[in-house]
């Protein structure tokens, strides 16, 4: 069977807050542990025949209502990659909380590919519980049921291959219906694993990041991922400030914004 076409993958980072290892791992409460910053990126996997941005990141309003300091609109970061946000047809939402779909009115041509079960848990009965609900916009998921009214919403049932080397896998855990993104490139499989495990030290020392609908099917993602690379280091966490040193800018005037993640990461 003939390869598919290598996809070129890009983290673009937009926005930071500062956070103690207690909002970041379940069971790690001393405050004197060191805080751990949290990056925001939005993705973009792009080859000859094909271009997905992966999220949507928030805009300045939400950063300023969440107290997040945000750093560029996400869809600037694109614009640099030579992405124009409004000709983009596929967006991939790994799952629909605020710090993933806040820009998607930038992206009028888009179609959103989505899990069943991420909107029936946005907009079911999970929703009435704070714990649950608070990493959503009620507006936001209102606005997505418009989009599936208006014919723009690709809903998938578990995994799916969206074209040749790219496929989507439903992992839950963090939500009900959080998917994760396999992509073939250069280096080999590489899995951007969004809020699967925001942190490497996440899955990597098996703690689980305390929002969270499951902790066993959060559990059961890490070792699904890990079945979907050949290299480990090849499942880029989908908030760690980490993925920023280890990976190279795709051009100097990147540098701090953009990084390519097709690469062997550096001093792993
Ligand atoms: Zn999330």
């Known amino acids: 069977m003939a390869e598919p076409e290598a996809f070129e993958v890009y983290a673009i980072r937009y926005a930071t807050v500062q956070r103690t290892a207690g909002e970041n791992f379940i069971g790690v409460s001393d405050p004197h542990e060191a805080a751990t910053d949290m990056d925001y990126y939005v993705w973009l996997a792009r080859n000859a025949d094909h271009s997905f941005v992966i999220d949507t990141g928030f805009n300045e309003a939400a950063a300023r209502r969440r107290k997040r300091t945000f750093l560029r609109s996400p869809v600037e970061g694109l614009a640099q990659l030579g992405i124009?946000?409004?000709k983009v047809e596929g967006v991939i939402v790994t799952h629909l909380h605020y710090d993933h779909i806040g820009n998607?009115?930038?992206f009028p041509k888009a179609r959103f590919h989505l899990q069943d079960l991420e909107m029936m848990y946005a907009t079911g009965r999970h929703m009435a519980n704070r714990f649950f609900a608070g990493a959503y916009e009620a507006d936001e998921v209102a606005e997505m049921v418009r989009n599936v009214y208006a014919g723009r919403v690709v809903f998938h049932d578990g995994d799916t291959e969206l074209a040749p080397g790219l496929s989507l896998?439903?992992?839950g855990g963090h939500t009900m219906g959080?998917?994760?993104v396999r992509l073939?490139?250069?280096a080999g499989w590489l899995v951007l694993a969004s809020d699967a495990s925001h942190y490497a030290d996440n899955m990597n020392k098996g703690l689980p990041f305390p929002i969270v609908h499951d902790v066993g099917e959060m559990i059961d993602g890490w070792?699904?991922?890990r079945e979907?690379?050949?290299?480990?280091?090849?499942?880029i966490p989908g908030h760690d400030p980490i993925v920023m040193e280890q990976y190279p800018a795709p051009d100097p005037s990147l540098e701090g914004i953009v990084v390519r993640l097709d690469t062997l990461p550096e001093n792993y």
Do not use: C, P, S, Y
């Open 84 to 86: 124009e946000a409004g």
């Open 104 to 106: 998607f009115d930038l």
């Open 169 to 171: 896998h439903l992992v």
């Open 178 to 180: 959080l998917q994760v």
């Open 184 to 186: 073939w490139t250069r």
């Open 223 to 225: 070792r699904r991922m």
């Open 228 to 235: 979907l690379v050949d290299d480990e280091r090849h499942i």
